[in-house]
């Protein structure tokens, strides 16, 4: 039996932009379910920041590549919370280099996370969602899905492919109150970008009109309005935050 909360799965939430979305949410009363791959410590982090805000939150482990932990981690949701109102799929990864050098594994690695993990945890959540007429996803893509970057062709097709797939769905599951939209969030502060040499650093950075790196928060405010009740209306959208980047 659902409790009249709204509850959130979010996965790749242990650190960076999804501890922030986790937090966004849990400050609207969410209860979170917080995914993550390997780092149980920053999971565990995340969840007790999100109990401070008096909300019910839950580390799971679990890797979105694998079609049978990815309905999973739904089925877990809908057990501990008995409803399930809200997916955001941000759980991704690079393995860089350019096409001629880009071996076939890496390719495979990052699509199967960033991609075929969106596409598991939705085929997952649709059916509850549709049952209960209402649902919110919203898939974390990248202004690099919009732009293209050297050295990225399997992140960039991931994260393009994300909002094609999300156009799709979004069709399709409009008719029953399920609302799907894309985040596309540009050069953002975290550990995936802390890797970057100073050099691409600087050369992304001359690319951002506001000139600067973005926060975390600042993504995941976007994710917690496309989630919230202020969104109802908006449903397979990309809605940038990049400081200018994509325009
Ligand atoms: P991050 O700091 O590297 O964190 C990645 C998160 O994904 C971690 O929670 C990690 O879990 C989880 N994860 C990785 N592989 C997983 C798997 N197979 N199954 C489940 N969880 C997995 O990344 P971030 O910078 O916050 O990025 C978050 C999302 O935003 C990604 O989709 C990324 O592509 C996108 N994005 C980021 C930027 C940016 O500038 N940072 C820009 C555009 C888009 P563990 O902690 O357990 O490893």
Redesign the pocket.
Known sequence: MSDGKLHALV?????????AICLALAAQGYDVMI??????T??QETAQACQELGVKAIPV??????PQ?AARLVETALEEFGSLEILV??????RDGLLLRMKEEDWTAVL???LK?AFHCMKAAARPMMKQRMGRIVN?????GLRGNPGQAN?AAS?AGLIGMSKSVAKELASRGVTVNCV??????????AVLPQAAREELLSQIPLGR??A?QE?AAAVAFLAGPQAGYITGQVLCVDGGMAM
Not at 11 to 19: A, E, F, H, V
Not at 35 to 40: D, E, H, I
Request: aromatic share 6%.
């Open positions: 996965t790749g939430g242990s650190r960076g932009i999804g501890r995914n993550y791959s390997g780092n149980v920053a999971a482990q679990g890797n979105v590549a694998d932990e799929n941000n759980a991704g990864i690079t199967d996370t960033n993990g974390i893509s990248s202004v690099v992140y994260k596309a969030p540009g050069f953002i502060d975290t550990d995936m970008t790196l973005g975390a993504v």
